[in-house]
């Protein structure tokens, strides 16, 4: 059952596992455009990637997804409190519409919020860790039965 599933097709008008596999997942609709990849990783099920990539393949896609969302949720939190305290409580860097007015250096060094920036810079490490934690929950080890996990390597000896 572990071994990879072919693209042949088997004659005398019997479907077989990978001409069913194609026509249920319906590859060709996964890829409709530049950035398609961002949305098929949400919703390719697992059990689809898995039967046609393998499980090196899923893993890295559910990588992808952790780290996806862990993006997302600092964009998110740095677009609600980071971006208004250095675009509104400063004016060192340029006028309104210049980039450099939306960073940390747009703040003066003796600036009261600075303590904002540190707070939520360290409360990224504990959340990259937990999401990072619910991914290695997710990997699946093959066990004693693999031989990587037997093998070890000796260099420049």
């Known amino acids: 059952e572990g071994e990879p599933i072919e693209n042949t097709v088997e004659t005398g008008g019997i479907e077989s596992e990978s001409e ?49 969302i862990f993006v997302m949720i600092i964009t998110f939190i740095c677009m609600v409190f980071i971006l208004p305290i250095n675009f509104t409580m400063g004016n060192i860097q340029g006028d309104t519409s210049s980039f450099g007015h939306t960073t940390i250096s747009n703040l003066p060094a003796d600036a009261e919020v600075l303590w904002v920036h540190i707070v939520i810079a360290i409360l990224f490490i504990p959340l990259g860790i937990y999401i990072m934690r619910r991914f290695s929950v997710t990997l699946k080890m093959e066990g004693d039965n693999c031989i990587s996990s037997r093998t070890l390597m000796f260099d420049l000896i």
Do not use: E
Request: glycine fraction near 6%; aromatic fraction near 10%.
């Open 20 to 68: 069913s596999l194609t026509s249920a997942t319906d590859w060709g609709d996964v890829d409709r455009g530049i950035c398609s990849w961002v949305t098929s990783i949400f919703t390719i099920s697992d059990d689809m990637i898995l039967r046609k990539c393998g499980h090196d393949a899923l893993q890295y896609i559910n990588f992808q997804r952790h780290m996806i």
